[in-house]
Each structure stands twice: as structure tokens, then as C-alpha cells.
């Protein structure tokens, strides 16, 4: 169960909680599961959750790496 449970993930009561994401747990190690709605993982980095706005960032316009125009 510590191996896929959001809840204790990879130990006991060690929570997964990304900002701006739903979290999940894969193999002991916190993971995003999806983006909240507007926000995107565009570093790669499931550390820091869904980090960019994609309605606010003008490198990041609509979807990872697509510059606003």
C-alpha cells in the first residue's frame, strides 16, 4: 500500500500534495495524476506540481512551450 497510497507514500503519513494538481503515488514517489484546469507541468518536475499558469504566461500561452504571439 505505501507503494501507491497518496496518503502514505513511501512511508506512513507521508502525504502527497502537488500544487495545482491532483497527486498520486507510483512506485513509493509522489506523482502528478492531472492538472487542475489552466495549469500545466511544463518543467517536467512532478516536484512542483502543475507550476504553470497557462493562462497568465506569456512563454507558456494555452500549452507548455507555445509563446503568445
Known amino acids: 500500500m505505501l ?4 496518503a502514505h507514500c513511501g512511508a506512513c ?5 502537488l500544487p495545482n ?3 498520486s503515488c507510483a512506485a513509493g514517489a ?3 495524476a492531472r ?4 495549469y500545466a507541468d511544463c ?3 512532478p516536484a512542483n506540481g502543475c507550476e504553470t499558469d497557462l493562462t497568465a504566461n506569456r512563454a507558456h500561452c494555452g500549452a507548455c512551450n507555445h509563446a503568445c504571439g
Open 21 to 23: 494538481a491532483t497527486a
Open 43 to 45: 518543467d517536467g518536475n
Open 13 to 17: 503519513g507521508r502525504a502527497c500534495a
Open 35 to 38: 492538472c487542475n484546469a489552466g
Open 3 to 6: 507503494e501507491t497510497s497518496a
Open 30 to 32: 509522489c506523482a502528478i
